[in-house]
């Protein structure tokens, strides 16, 4: 019986969680609304070069060190209208490239040992 309890309740913890998690991506995009027009105007002028949006992408994961963060904070403002579905999509696709440069970074600091190398 002990089982099925602990089951149960680890279905619904992670219910719980996901329906936060879709709150604050709601409330991010409800945020970002009041930055005004004025910011929305510039974002969406600056990420319409595609190569502007990829280098968004890797320098914001490059900071922050998470594709997933960069990933969500761009969800929300594809959703609340900031910028358009085509300018996340290179921002993403940044934010993907990022990560593969924070790792490589890594290793790099790892490559002159050489135990550690191996």
């Given at each position: 019986?002990?089982?099925?309890?602990?089951?149960?309740s680890r279905l619904l913890l992670v219910g719980v969680l996901l329906y936060l998690f879709l709150v604050s991506i709601?409330?991010?995009?409800?945020?970002?609304k009041g930055f005004?027009?004025?910011?929305?105007?510039?974002?969406?002028?600056?990420?319409?070069?595609?190569?502007?949006?990829?280098?968004v992408?890797?320098?914001?994961?490059?900071?922050?060190?998470?594709?997933s963060t960069t990933t969500s904070i761009v969800v929300g403002m594809v959703g609340s209208g900031v910028i358009t579905v085509g300018s996340g999509v290179y921002i993403v696709m940044g934010?993907?490239?990022g990560?593969?440069?924070t790792n490589t970074l890594?290793?790099?600091?790892?490559?002159?040992r050489r135990d550690e190398f191996r």
């Open positions: 019986m002990k089982k099925a309890f602990d089951i149960g709601g409330l991010m995009g409800a945020a970002f005004g027009k004025g910011f929305a105007e510039n974002l969406i002028r600056t990420t319409s070069n595609p190569f502007v949006g990829l280098f992408g890797i320098l914001a994961t490059s900071v922050v060190q998470s594709s934010a993907n490239i990560t593969t440069v890594v290793s790099l600091g790892h490559f002159t």
